[in-house]
């Protein structure tokens, strides 16, 4: 059974390229052709549709079997799990933040709402979407790949970053200082 990250990883090169492509593809119609997700997908359905019965009308179908299970029952139930964990955990995390249970996470949300919203007239967003996507399959195979290169070049800069960090003065380093 393959797995999500086998894909991400490239471990099946022909299923990953499809992937990918198929993402593309459909981010270039989404933007060049001005397509709309649902009534394309109604239409695609409608076709289907439509070529079963002209397969059925010329007996093309009667020699077809209807796969009894694509998808094993222990693969979705695990999808499931962690579709609902993942809703779960969202919906608790919206509610908390925007409860104000957290004031640093809403204070987050709140800036990143309104970055988002000033960046939006500059940046078009489907194009970020589209980086998103593509990068989901770049990045995970490049980290595993590169990471002996990245590592390398990254932990200078860790260093510096961490000595400037430690010249910031902290209350903690006020030796007169009474906490409250």
Known sequence: MMDIFDI???ENKPLTGAALGGANALFLAVVFLDLSLTPFLCKV?????????????????????????????????????????????AAEKMASTVMWKSNGRTLKALVALEVLRRVSAFVSLTFMAWLVVNSIFVVPFIMEKKWDLIAEKIQPLQ????????????????????AE
């Open 8 to 10: 991400l990883m490239w």
């Open 159 to 178: 260093t510096k970053a961490q000595a400037m960090f430690d010249k910031i003065p902290k209350y903690t380093d006020i030796k007169d200082l009474k």
């Open 45 to 89: 359905g409608v076709l289907a549709i439509f070529l079963g019965l002209v397969g059925k009308f010329a007996h093309l179908t009667e020699s077809v079997e209807a796969p009894t299970e694509i998808v094993p029952k222990e693969s979705m139930e695990k999808l499931a799990d962690h579709l609902a964990l993942a809703v779960n955990t």
